[in-house]
């Protein structure tokens, strides 16, 4: 039950993410909830690095989702550099 409740929050920040940042992105929906997981473990490490969370502790949803901006801003660099083919 663990694993689905992370896919249904990885998506949704996955959604959140995608909605908030500007232009469009061509993800799938498997993407879209790797990018909303990404973004949780993302926020967690930042914020126990920045002595937000303790450790042990999750990011909350608006911490996911800064993570899942951030984590898209850098994927849309990586993919706007790389030559296409």
Not at 44 to 70: E, M, R, S
Request: no cysteine; glycine share 12%.
């Amino acid at each position: 039950m663990h694993i689905l409740w992370t896919i249904i929050v990885g998506f949704l920040v996955g959604v959140v993410a995608k909605f908030i940042y500007p232009g469009r992105q061509h993800m799938g929906w498997i993407l879209t909830i790797l990018l909303g997981i990404g973004g949780a473990f993302l926020a967690t490490f930042l914020g126990q690095w920045l002595h937000i969370y303790q450790p042990g502790q999750v990011a909350h949803f608006i911490g996911a989702v800064v993570g899942a901006l951030i984590i898209l801003f850098i994927y849309n660099l990586i993919r706007r550099t790389a030559p296409s083919a």
